[in-house]
T-cell receptor, first 114, second 115 residues
Framework: AQSVAQPEDQVNVAEGNPLTVKCTYS??????LFWYVQYPNRGLQFLLK??????LVKGSYGFEAEFNKSQTSFHLKKPSALVSDSALYFC????????????FGSGTRLSIRP | KAGVTQTPRYLIKTRGQQVTLSCSPI?????VSWYQQTPGQGLQFLFE???????NKGNFPGRFSGRQFSNSRSEMNVSTLELGDSALYLC??????????????FGSGTRLTVV
């Protein structure tokens, strides 16, 4: 069975500092991995994905994520945080099978203080 | 192109009533998935429809049901509402079943409050 864990409910970072939002996953075979962001009273917006290839993937708004197969992790990172990055972030995983569905983590609230 | 449209945006219902939520996917997308979002549980998968057939189902009671029409629009129905059904219900569309290589495109959700 697929699962995703986001071990931190909240991450607090000062503006201008680097940020990391953690994600680990469990899936049979190779994974499709995603990060989404949600702003208040809105649906989720796609940030980036890992399908195959380079372990470091770059996405929207300066975010990037590093795929680590041995640690089954897909942590979201940004070199310099902005106040406008404050939002709810979801990691998600999907298996390669056409019968798979996308499973989301519980979410991490990112708070950037000025 | 138009995004995923969910209607209504907000609903207030009384315990015991039933409710129907609607989702129109992106034009050309044939898969619609439904998720329930609550503060404590995150996003929980309800079900997925592809070409009018239910392809996947989550662990929700039979009070939660859905369907998809030939134009790919989908409806979700909850009968005998309970207070715990209060949540943001999100619809996600994709070109292929299970989400395509760009994952899902989400609607803004329907906020259901049961009183």
């Amino acid at each position: 069975a697929q699962s995703v864990a986001q071990p931190e409910d909240q991450v607090n970072v000062a503006e201008g500092n680097p940020l990391t939002v953690k994600c680990t996953y469990s899936v049979s075979g190779n994974p499709y991995l995603f990060w989404y962001v949600q702003y208040p009273n809105r649906g989720l917006q796609f940030l980036l994905k890992y399908i195959t290839g380079d372990n470091l993937v770059k996405g929207s708004y300066g975010f990037e994520a590093e795929f680590n197969k041995s640690q089954t992790s897909f942590h979201l990172k940004k070199p310099s945080a902005l106040v406008s990055d404050s939002a709810l972030y979801f990691c998600a995983v999907r298996g390669y099978s056409s019968a798979s569905k996308i499973i989301f983590g519980s979410g991490t609230r990112l708070s950037i203080r000025p | 192109k138009a995004g995923v449209t969910q209607t209504p945006r907000y609903l207030i219902k009384t315990r015991g009533q039933q409710v129907t939520l609607s989702c129109s996917p992106i034009s050309g997308h044939r898969s619609v998935s439904w998720y329930q979002q609550t503060p404590g549980q995150g996003l929980q998968f309800l079900f997925e429809y592809f070409s009018e057939t239910q392809r996947n189902k989550g662990n929700f009671p039979g009070r939660f049901s859905g369907r998809q029409f030939s134009n790919s629009r989908s409806e979700m129905n909850v009968s005998t509402l309970e207070l715990g059904d209060s949540a943001l219900y999100l619809c996600a569309s994709s070109a292929i079943t299970g989400g395509d290589l760009d994952g899902y495109t989400f609607g803004s959700g329907t906020r259901l409050t049961v009183v």
